[in-house]
């Protein structure tokens, strides 16, 4: 760790800078006036796919109050009068916990079970957001445009997110221990 | 070797403790935004116009290469039914003509008509250019980023057109930046008119590609194919900005069809009629407005 290089020392803050910029972007590019059929649709759940697959590799790389701000900056940017502003950020919140506790069923398992969690957890989260702009704006909201968002959402997981999980392949095991989940080596079930 | 062990129990047990306790505090932290939101609209609106600000340069340097994107798309596609558009369009183009001679008539009986009758015309209306940078469709919200602010003398309110008709108007201006409300948005409502039996009403959007025409006092009256347009009531929208037309007249509901293509929308036009804070009491522009404002 000591007589670090400039480069080294650029290595080690690129490292730790990447997820928040990466998530960073991808709140940006909710906005972008993409007008490609269904995709351009989804563009509001890749930010939650970001904090999943995030949480998932690095959570120590994507603090809590980081995910606070970038919920509540999204909330900002993508407007809508009266849509409560902090909705993205508490989903975000619980996306990382509720992923922090369970990686044991989500770190290390095949493929198909990681999707099968962000399922799981992106519907939690569409139906959060849903539930919470309709109680603030004392409307019944339409729920088949959220339902499609996350069709297309879920649908590209598996696009994005090899993407996405290749920020651990410098450290693969090297998850400081607070971040790893409380199953000791040889421990299958709780 | 058993103390150690205890050490550690502890250890792990203040650690979980700790964690939870943060998460708490995150999620009280995003209940109190939302609260905070609610109770005070006017700062949460600054807030809004803050980070509009701050994004959008960054989302006019990522607008060009999107729209190259999109373009090449909607070439991919056009290239697929070339023939049928070109003939689609000739016959479009004789049936224009017609309609062209039709309006030259028209025009000139109606200056002469109004020279007769002293007519005073409204305010005139001068335009503002703009590009859409930003994108805020989400499942909740029908609208868009313009790249012109209170800097080019947007204000609150103002209509926003395309070549097409009407596309929404301007619900919160910064600087360099103002947020449109599309006409299919949620929160949308125009006072409309009926072009061809003159009656007035209530368009109003539901976030689905089509709008609802309601309080209508009479619905019978409603035929597919109407026209829709601006009634100017409220003051801050010219009179006759075409909107969209009936497509159908169900039991109760009639559903409109917007005429403005929201999914190629590139540029747009701001409207300032001169009149503007009547309905949404945005400060007037102060300066004179400069640079991309055209006649």
Same mark, same amino acid.
């Given at each position: 760790?000591?007589?670090?290089?400039?480069?080294?020392?650029?290595?080690?803050?690129?490292?730790?800078?990447?997820?928040?910029t990466?998530?960073? !972007?991808?709140v940006?590019?909710?906005?972008?006036?993409?007008?490609?059929?269904?995709?351009?649709?989804?563009?509001?759940?890749?930010?939650a796919?970001?904090?999943?697959?995030?949480?998932?590799?690095?959570?120590?790389?994507?603090?809590g109050?980081l995910?606070?701000?970038?919920?509540?900056?999204?909330?900002?940017?993508?407007?809508?009068?009266?849509?409560?502003?902090?909705?993205?950020?508490?989903? !975000?919140?619980?996306?990382?916990?509720?992923?922090?506790n369970?990686?044991?069923?989500?770190?290390?398992?095949?493929?198909?079970?990681?999707?099968?969690?962000?399922?799981?957890?992106?519907w939690? @989260?569409?139906?959060?957001?849903?539930?919470?702009?309709?109680?603030?704006?004392?409307?019944?909201?339409?729920?088949?445009?959220?339902?499609?968002?996350?069709?297309?959402?879920?649908?590209?997981?598996?696009?994005?997110?090899?993407?996405?999980?290749?920020?651990?392949?410098?450290?693969?095991?090297?998850?400081?221990?607070?971040?790893?989940?409380?199953?000791?080596?040889?421990?299958?079930?709780? | 070797?058993?103390?150690?062990?205890?050490?550690?129990?502890?250890?792990?047990?203040?650690?979980?403790?700790v964690?939870?306790?943060?998460?708490?505090?995150?999620?009280?932290a995003?209940?109190?935004?939302?609260l905070?939101?609610?109770?005070?609209?006017?700062?949460?609106?600054?807030?809004?116009?803050?980070?509009?600000?701050?994004?959008?340069?960054?989302?006019?340097?990522?607008?060009?290469?999107?729209?190259?994107?999109?373009?090449?798309?909607?070439?991919?596609?056009?290239?697929a039914?070339l023939?049928?558009?070109?003939?689609?369009?000739?016959?479009?183009?004789?049936?224009?003509?017609?309609?062209?001679?039709?309006?030259?008539?028209?025009?000139?009986?109606?200056?002469?008509?109004?020279?007769?009758?002293?007519?005073?015309?409204?305010?005139e209306?001068?335009f503002?250019?703009a590009?859409?940078v930003?994108?805020?469709?989400?499942? @909740?919200?029908?609208?868009?980023?313009?790249?012109?602010?209170?800097?080019?003398?947007?204000?609150?309110?103002?209509?926003?057109?395309?070549?097409?008709?009407?596309?929404?108007?301007?619900?919160e201006?910064?600087?360099?930046?103002?947020?449109?409300l599309?006409?299919?948005?949620?929160?949308?409502?125009?006072?409309?008119?009926?072009?061809?039996?003159?009656?007035?009403a209530?368009?109003?959007?539901?976030?689905?590609?089509?709008?609802?025409?309601?309080?209508?006092?009479?619905?019978?009256?409603?035929?597919?194919?109407?026209?829709?347009v601006?009634?100017?009531?409220?003051?801050?929208?010219?009179?006759?900005?075409?909107i969209?037309?009936?497509?159908?007249?169900?039991?109760?509901?009639?559903?409109?069809?917007?005429?403005?293509?929201?999914?190629?929308?590139?540029?747009?036009?701001?409207v300032?009629?001169?009149?503007?804070?009547?309905?949404?009491?945005?400060?007037?522009?102060?300066?004179?407005?400069?640079?991309?404002?055209?006649?």
């Amino acid at each position: 760790m000591r007589a670090d290089g400039l480069f080294a020392m650029l290595d080690r803050w690129g490292r730790w800078a990447l997820p928040g910029t990466v998530l960073l !972007f991808f709140v940006l590019l909710t906005l972008a006036p993409l007008r490609a059929p269904y995709l351009s649709g989804a563009l509001p759940l890749l930010p939650a796919l970001v904090v999943f697959q995030f949480s998932l590799a690095t959570p120590e790389r994507l603090p809590g109050p980081l995910l606070l701000a970038m919920g509540i900056l999204l909330d900002l940017l993508l407007g809508g009068p009266g849509a409560p502003v902090g909705v993205s950020a508490l989903g !975000f919140v619980l996306i990382r916990a509720a992923v922090i506790n369970n990686r044991r069923y989500l770190v290390g398992v095949p493929f198909l079970f990681q999707w099968f969690g962000f399922c799981l957890l992106a519907w939690g @989260y569409v139906v959060l957001v849903w539930f919470f702009t309709a109680l603030w704006t004392w409307t019944a909201i339409d729920p088949v445009p959220a339902m499609m968002q996350y069709v297309v959402v879920v649908v590209i997981y598996p696009l994005l997110a090899p993407l996405l999980a290749r920020v651990r392949a410098r450290d693969p095991l090297n998850v400081p221990d607070e971040s790893r989940g409380t199953a000791r080596p040889g421990e299958t079930t709780s | 070797m058993a103390i150690r062990d205890d050490f550690e129990v502890v250890a792990s047990q203040v650690r979980t403790v700790v964690q939870r306790f943060a998460l708490g505090l995150l999620v009280i932290a995003a209940f109190g935004a939302m609260l905070v939101g609610k109770a005070d609209s006017v700062l949460v609106e600054h807030a809004r116009v803050l980070a509009l600000d701050l994004a959008s340069p960054v989302l006019e340097a990522i607008a060009r290469p999107v729209a190259a994107a999109n373009r090449a798309i909607a070439d991919l596609k056009e290239f697929a039914s070339l023939r049928e558009e070109n003939a689609r369009l000739r016959e479009e183009n004789v049936r224009l003509l017609a309609w062209q001679t039709a309006a030259r008539r028209l025009e000139n009986e109606n200056v002469r008509m109004r020279d007769l009758a002293n007519f005073r015309e409204g305010p005139e209306a001068s335009f503002i250019t703009a590009r859409i940078v930003g994108d805020s469709v989400s499942a @909740y919200v029908r609208g868009a980023l313009l790249n012109v602010g209170r800097r080019a003398g947007v204000a609150s309110g103002q209509a926003v057109v395309t070549g097409e008709g009407l596309a929404g108007r301007i619900a919160e201006v910064g600087e360099n930046s103002a947020r449109v409300l599309f006409v299919t948005d949620v929160n949308s409502r125009l006072p409309v008119l009926i072009e061809r039996t003159r009656e007035r009403a209530i368009l109003a959007g539901d976030n689905s590609p089509q709008l609802r025409l309601t309080l209508l006092q009479s619905v019978a009256g409603v035929q597919r194919g109407d026209r829709i347009v601006t009634s100017g009531d409220g003051g801050s929208f010219p009179v006759g900005i075409p909107i969209g037309e009936v497509v159908d007249t169900g039991e109760g509901s009639v559903r409109v069809r917007p005429f403005a293509d929201f999914s190629r929308l590139e540029f747009v036009r701001v409207v300032d009629y001169g009149v503007t804070g009547l309905v949404s009491g945005g400060p007037a522009p102060s300066a004179p407005p400069a640079g991309i404002r055209v006649r």
